[in-house]
């Protein structure tokens, strides 16, 4: 719903600029700057879909995450491998669903923002090294460990999106911890 409403704000914000003969202002696109006409170049053509199939895109590819990450939750005490597996394929399918809503290079744009770069990245390598400890290492420890850290960056990527969320957790966390008195 956020994203619905910031992509209808972004829209018309542009319109009224153009209809009142201001140039529209150049979006950020944080350490991925210059790449977008490549990126159509290469993907644009696949990127046209009507409204209809993005939701049912956007759906089913999210049912399917949480029914991964809820079978990789149920298999951690039978398969070390099919859990890390299973898990991981969650979290990438889950965070593909919403490249159905605003297309690809939106999402991935957004994901190296300023605000979420760093939980992008440590999303990413502890997807990476929940794999690699589980299916590598066959590492138990570790791949908890990277399971668990890769729960709490998908928390703190997702809460990125709703305003003044972060602002909250950490109150939240300084209150229950003592500090915020």
Known sequence: MYFAITAHTCMMKKKWQQMLGNEPEPEEDGILSGMQSEFNECCGQYCKLSRKQRLYGFAICFAMGFIFSIIGTALVALS???????????????????????????QIKNM??????????????????????????????????????????????SISYIPFARSAVKGCARSCMGGGE
């Not at 299973?86 to 159905?100: E, K, N």
């Not at 570790?142 to 703190?156: K, P, T, Y």
């Open 112 to 157: 190296f923002k300023e605000t979420r770069w760093i939980a992008s990245l440590v999303m990413l390598v502890s997807i990476a090294m929940t794999l690699v400890s589980a299916i590598v290492w066959d590492s138990v420890g570790l791949a908890i460990l990277f399971a668990i850290i890769q729960f709490v960056a998908v928390f703190w990527y």
């Open 80 to 106: 070390l491998k099919a859990f890390a597996v299973c898990y991981s394929l969650g979290t990438v399918t889950s965070l593909a669903s919403t490249m159905f809503l605003f297309g690809p290079w939106y």
